[in-house]
Each structure stands twice: as C-alpha cells, then as structure tokens.
C-alpha cells in the first residue's frame, strides 16, 4: 500500500532538483521522495484530489515531478505523514462509522539546520493540515495533540503547563535529564480583516500569537487547554471512549469535574 509510508525530503534535494531540470542535466534521477510526493489523491476513492503541498509549474492541477515540479515543505528538513480515522485501526475507538468525522489529516514534521541558534537546531515542529470531504459542518469541535514525553525513568516525571506562553513542558524528578517543553502555536482565527488585540472579543486568548502586530488576519488561538492522565483507573485515568477523550480535550476529568487551580 503506498499510503502506508512517510515521505522524507529535504531542502537540499529540491534545491537540486530544481537546479538538475534548470540545466537539463541528463544524468540527474529524482529522488524517490520528491518522485513519489503525495501530490495528488484519488476522489474516486474519497481523497481529495489535491493533498500534499507542491509547486504547480504549469497550473494544471498535477504533480509532475518529471517535469521539474517539487515539493513544496517546511524547514530544512521535513517528514510528511497522511493519516484519516475511516481506517480499520479506528474501529477500536469508535463504535460505528457514523461516530467518525471523515478527517483526512497532513502532518508535516520539521526542522531546521542551524548550528548557529541553539534553541532553534533542537526544535521539531510539527504543521498539521485537516481536511474533510463531508458536507455536514461541525460544532463544538477540540483538537489536540497526545504527547508522551520520556525522560530517562519515565515513572518519576513531572509535567506542568505555562499558560502564558502557551507551552506544556515535562522536567525529570531527579534533574538529571532536560527538560522538554511543547508550544501549542493553535489554529488561526477566522478572517475578519482586523488585526485583533490580545483579550479583546470572544475568541481572542491571552497565549496566543499575533495579536496586535499590526498584520492582519495572522492570529492564531493559542493554548487553550492542557491536561495529563496516569497510566491508571480513577478520575484521571486513561481514557477509553471518545466521551473521555472528549472531556479530555476540554481540561475535564472523567468523572465530569473540572481541572481547578490551588
């Protein structure tokens, strides 16, 4: 199956293969990622008929890497996965095809060389893209990520959230590894042609980005809620239905309460 795969690139293999079909060298061969790019789906089959992102050369809606066309990714370096829940794999967490949302999502996971910024040569990102061919709108809909961050033992680790700046983050009881942080950029806001200020309207956030920049239409939400569960029964336990995680995605506890400060 070909969509049983990641798709690795890089920026440096685009940038030679745009400089191979510049020069019409003969003897470039493309790459198996870049030849293979997920460009393209199948509507036949419920795919969206484009997917992963790349440079249309000609306009015609078709990815032609033997025609010079490429990728288009993120950072230096990026990994691309397509996954949906309409898969088999998802049965075990819904109870019927009709639960299910349709989601087809693009994950591009990212980096960057840049041996001369520390902070920024040790950080993955991650861009999410979710598409759905259903034409039934949804409300009341969370997404969020599941992140189950090791280090060293990893029975004796703490996690704590910083809401201000948006960042959950995983320290080691023993301060003997480092710490390891996660930023939660969220979602853009709906287009209104402002540039909104930070607290101002129902939807603005105090931890998001963008806010008052003097760009506009470059808002994005923020952390919006954070929580950990053990690996355990009890209020605070694993969740095993969608009506967990969906209390989950809102900071509530499986027995209903809500997380509370102090």
């Known amino acids: 199956d070909k969509w049983q795969r990641v798709w690795k690139v890089s920026r440096a293999q685009i940038d030679a293969h745009i400089q191979a079909f510049s020069a019409g060298d003969p003897s470039y061969h493309i790459p198996e990622a870049i030849l293979h790019w997920p460009g393209n789906g199948d509507p036949a089959k419920g795919q969206h008929a484009q997917l992963a992102r790349y440079m249309d050369l000609n306009g015609n809606g078709i990815y032609?890497?033997?025609?010079?066309?490429?990728?288009?990714?993120l950072g230096d370096q990026c990994v691309l996965s397509i996954y949906n829940d309409m898969n088999a794999d998802m049965d075990l967490l819904f109870s019927s095809a009709a639960t299910k949302l349709g989601a087809e999502i693009l994950e591009y996971?990212?980096?960057f060389d840049c041996p001369t910024d520390s902070a920024l040569q040790n950080t993955?990102?991650?861009?999410?893209?979710i598409h759905r061919t259903a034409p039934i709108s949804l409300y009341n809909t969370y997404v969020g990520h599941f992140v189950d961050i090791d280090i060293n033992n990893a029975m004796n680790d703490y996690v704590s959230t910083d809401p201000v700046r948006g960042i959950s983050y995983t320290r080691d009881a023993d301060a003997?590894?480092?710490e390891q942080a996660y930023l939660i950029l969220g979602s853009t806001m709906d287009e209104d042609d402002l540039d909104n200020s930070?607290?101002?309207g129902s939807n603005s956030t105090p931890n998001g980005f963008g806010y008052g920049d003097g760009i506009i239409d470059n808002e994005r939400l923020g952390m919006t809620n954070a929580l950990f569960y053990n690996n355990s029964g009890g209020a605070n336990g694993e969740p095993s239905n969608p009506g967990d995680y969906y209390r989950y995605l809102q900071s509530i506890w499986l027995n209903g309460s809500p997380v509370t400060y102090g």
Do not use: K, R, S, V
């Not at 033997?66 to 990714?73: C, K, S």
């Open 198 to 200: 930070a607290g101002i």
């Open 109 to 111: 996971l990212y980096a």
């Open 124 to 129: 993955l990102f991650l861009h999410y893209e």
């Open 64 to 73: 032609e890497p033997a025609l010079g066309e490429y990728p288009l990714i």
């Open 176 to 178: 003997t590894g480092p």
